[in-house]
């Protein structure tokens, strides 16, 4: 299969659902569908770490920066301390023999 054809195909299987996705904004939503598509990225980011995190043989570590991490984001409301924090704190506990 030639590069440019999995280009293609991938072009045309994300880019009809994303515009849709964004012809939704002319649409008002009711309150719970709103309140809904507000919990839909906080889901998909722990679909994707908790299962990274638990299944890995150095979980001790990555949980100690997942709690760290969590822990910046809600106490200072941003996703860029979190992410430096827990990156610090993984290599503070790997320095540190844990």
Do not use: D, K
């Not at 906080?42 to 995190?53: D, G, K, N, Y």
């Not at 409301?77 to 979190?82: R, V, W």
């Amino acid at each position: 299969m030639s590069v440019l054809l999995v280009i293609f195909l991938m072009w045309a299987v994300t880019y009809p659902v994303r515009w849709l996705g964004l012809s939704l904004g002319r649409l008002h939503l009711p309150p719970f569908w709103l309140s809904f598509l507000q919990f839909v990225p906080v889901s998909v980011f722990a679909a994707l770490v908790l299962p990274e995190v638990l299944s890995s043989p150095e979980w001790p570590r990555r949980l100690v920066a997942c709690v760290v991490g969590g822990l910046l984001m809600w106490r200072t409301g941003s996703l860029a301390p979190g992410i430096l924090g827990g990156f610090a704190a993984y290599w503070g506990a790997r320095l540190l023999g844990l």
